[in-house]
């Protein structure tokens, strides 16, 4: 196993030190994808986090 697939189950095990560790990981990411017709939306960034966090819990780790 490597370390980003034993981030990802860990977060999706509920430990906070892991959903932290891959937010601050694509954060960035999330940030820019947050534009709308190319200014910073601050409603889509909170969206798109919300998103983001919940997707954690749904990955499928069969892939792996």
Known sequence: ???????LRNAKQG?????????NRYQPLVR???RVDGRYSEDLYQELSLV???????????IF
């Open 32 to 34: 820019k994808l947050s």
């Open 1 to 7: 196993m490597n370390e980003f697939e034993e981030l």
């Open 52 to 62: 983001f966090l919940k997707c954690i819990g749904g990955f499928n780790m069969d």
């Open 15 to 23: 430990e906070t030190e892991a959903k932290e560790e891959l937010w």
